[in-house]
């Protein structure tokens, strides 16, 4: 008896440190979807009246739904680039057998996890001048796209090491050239891969702060999460009408996008063909 008393108040126990937990984390969250409702929010989480004069007031902002669409510009020419180079590198590095190749890729990694671009900054504002690149969506592409092509090429070399050679050989048979055989072939079985790596991304593009804001000097050009630090009163406060709302629209697409993509293709890194 005193033993199922004591599993069952463990149980409860459990459940209420589980409980305490989730809603320790589900507190921002529910602020983040109820005080743009509110027309006078605050820091603390209320029961919303509802409004609308938020959204109102974040169109009135000349910057602010636009740098919505630059952040997809960024976000999604980044993407295109790091899947479609990635992809490619990983092939090779897959298929051909070159000394010192495992090096090589742990090496890229390794370096791009200890160089971080707060600590290259330097270098690649020069690297930009020098080419023009100031004040250009393409300058961000590119610099955001090296950054994130080592691990894109790391994870991606697992799918396509996981991917059976007898369909390349067959494709060869029939005379598939090696561009023919990894559109045709290789890129449907590593979907899910193509596409865990298109959303993360998406995902460091659409937050990175640190090198829009120092390689574009337009604030037409801006992205959301530059834009976002500008919403702040002449005294220096957060204004929390404009801040709520906007963060809010900023979270959505990321959010949608991950849930589609999970949907569809599933989130797996043992590899492109299900086991």
Known sequence: MNSTVSHLLGRIGRYVFLCLVLGFFAIPLLWLATAPF???????????????DNFRALMDNPYAMESLLNSVWLAGGTALLVVAFAALAAYALSRVRIPGRDALLYGLLLLSSIVTGTATMVPLFELAFRLNLIDSRLGVILIMSGGLLPAAIFILKDFMD?????YEESARVFGASPLQIVRHIVVPVVRPGLATVAVWAVANVWGNFLVPFLLLRSPDKAPAAVIMYTLYTEGGQADLRL???FSLL???PVVLMFIFVSTRYGFRFHGGIKR
């Open 38 to 52: 509110d027309s006078t929010p605050r820091i603390t989480t209320s029961m919303p009246d509802f409004a609308l």
């Open 162 to 166: 996981s991917t059976p050679t007898s």
């Open 243 to 245: 801040l709520s709302t």
């Open 250 to 252: 900023y979270s959505l």
